[in-house]
């Protein structure tokens, strides 16, 4: 008696979490958009949300689905459903992983790995996912809802930080996690993501306002953003800058704007933005020729032996250091409309040692993990401290810049329990 008592209230809890009703007002709520807590993994520099107590899966920006290694026993997903259609497409590279799925009609998925590149087959599985929802200043009651994931063998989770149990990706397709939490809480197809140099940073699915605690007070984030277009690649569905070149301190690196441009039949070339990449990686004609303009830019500055995988690196007393990293060493993405992704001197310089700051951009190699190769893939290091809004209906970024300039970083989110 006492148990099912027990069985019936946690049931009952879980509907009001998941409804927008609250006890505490018994008013109707709008939906509100969630909060997770994103930090970085120092040994593999990956960013990680929490997603249950405990489990943690790695922020893939343009990857397709949900994924994580699952219990023997697990629900699944019938063949002929939407989701499985949808899960079924989202199989873009070709994944020919094995494991048949018997006769047994269980939908299966194929989650890749994009930082060891393997895959695997899975099952498609519903599996509750805890957050808080937010106004955006601070958590204000959790909520529970389901989300289809994929099931990944163990072996899969290869390449990914410790206590990391899958993926988590953010593209606009149909299974990704803003567009589950979308649909389920019926907010919109938005998120912002602060990744954290240190420390503790923050994501809001659902979009809302953002706020950091700063000094002095600069008030919502969200209405200081410029915003860019964003294309998706057909081929591989990640997201890409219209790029035309690529400048260190305002001098123009030597190449032609059209080998930027992403080609949408093949796949290749493009300016593809990633949070599983450390640092921003060149194609080897691109990489030569923003060294060279580097080169001439920080000629004064004495060199320091390189360090991997820098190439460039710089006398740290001599560069200095200003508000916002060091000087001289802006990079602009120009892009096709005139505006520029600027990336300030704390997200192009690294500093390795005391006295040594690297320019912390690297050389792609001769065969890129994806065959789609992008001509830059702008990476974790370069997109960090900036807070960046993704809007998937609209196609459209907004960027804050580098935050440093508004006295704040990404560790400065207020997780304190605010009221709802
Ligand atoms: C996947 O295979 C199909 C058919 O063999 C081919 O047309 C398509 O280009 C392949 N896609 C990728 C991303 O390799
Ligand atoms: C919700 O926020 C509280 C207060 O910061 C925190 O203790 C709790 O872990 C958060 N829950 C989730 C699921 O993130
Ligand atoms: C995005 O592209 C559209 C049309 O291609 C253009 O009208 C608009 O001005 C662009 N927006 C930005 C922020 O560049
Ligand atoms: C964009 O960057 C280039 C190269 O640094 C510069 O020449 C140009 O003036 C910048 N444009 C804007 C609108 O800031």
């Not at 397709?64 to 873009?92: F, G, I, K, Y």
């Not at 998925?109 to 957050?131: E, F, K, W």
């Not at 954290?196 to 979009?207: D, E």
């Not at 001769?366 to 807070?387: K, R, Y």
Request: charge should be neutral; aromatic fraction near 8%.
């Amino acid at each position: 008696m006492a148990k099912s008592r027990c069985c019936c209230s946690l049931i009952l809890s879980l509907i009001l979490l998941a409804s927008p009703w609250t006890l505490a007002s018994d008013t109707y709520q709008a939906p509100k958009p969630i909060l997770v807590r994103v930090i970085k993994d120092a040994s593999t520099s990956l960013y990680t949300m929490s997603v249950k107590t405990g489990s943690r899966l790695v922020l893939d920006l343009g990857g397709p689905l949900l994924w994580s290694t699952c219990l023997a026993a697990h629900a699944t997903v019938p063949c002929r459903s939407d989701v499985c259609t949808a899960a079924v497409q989202e199989n873009r590279w070709n994944c020919t992983a094995g494991g048949g799925g018997g006769g047994l009609c269980a939908c299966s998925a194929y989650p890749y790995n994009p930082i060891s590149g393997q895959c695997a087959r899975g099952d498609v599985t519903t599996t509750p996912m805890l957050a808080n929802a937010t106004d955006g200043v601070n958590p204000l009651y959790p909520v529970a809802f389901p989300v289809h994931a994929a099931c990944a063998p163990d072996s899969l989770l290869g390449s990914l930080p410790p206590g990391a149990v899958g993926v988590a990706g953010l593209s606009d397709g149909p299974l990704s996690l803003p567009s589950q939490v979308a649909a389920s809480l019926k907010v919109e197809r938005k998120f912002a993501l602060c990744l954290p140099g240190g420390g503790i940073g923050a994501a809001i699915f659902g979009g809302g306002p953002f706020h950091l605690l700063s000094v002095p007070d600069f008030g919502m984030l969200t209405d200081r953003l410029g915003y860019f277009n964003i294309t998706k690649n057909p081929k591989n569905g990640r997201l890409y800058l219209d790029a035309v070149g690529i400048a260190v301190n305002r001098r123009g690196a030597d190449v032609p704007p059209d080998s930027l441009a992403l080609d949408a039949s093949t796949g290749r070339g493009g300016v593809m933005l990633s949070t599983v990449a450390p640092y921003t990686a060149l194609r080897p004609d691109v990489y030569r020729a923003l060294i060279q303009a580097l080169d001439v830019e920080l000629r004064l500055i004495p060199r320091m032996p390189s360090s991997w995988p820098f190439e460039r690196c710089f006398d740290a007393s001599a560069l200095g250091w200003t508000r916002v990293g060091p000087p001289l060493s802006n990079v602009d993405v120009m892009l096709r409309d005139g505006s520029n992704f600027t990336l300030l001197g704390a997200n192009t310089m690294v500093q390795v040692d005391e006295e040594t700051l690297c320019f912390a951009f690297v050389e792609m190699g001769p065969t890129p993990a994806m065959d789609e190769s992008p001509a830059v893939i702008i990476g974790g290091f370069q997109l960090q401290d900036n807070l960046l809004v993704f809007d998937l209906e609209k196609g459209t970024m907004g960027s804050t810049g580098l935050l440093y300039w508004m006295r704040t970083t990404c560790s400065n989110f207020n997780f304190a329990w605010g009221t709802p």
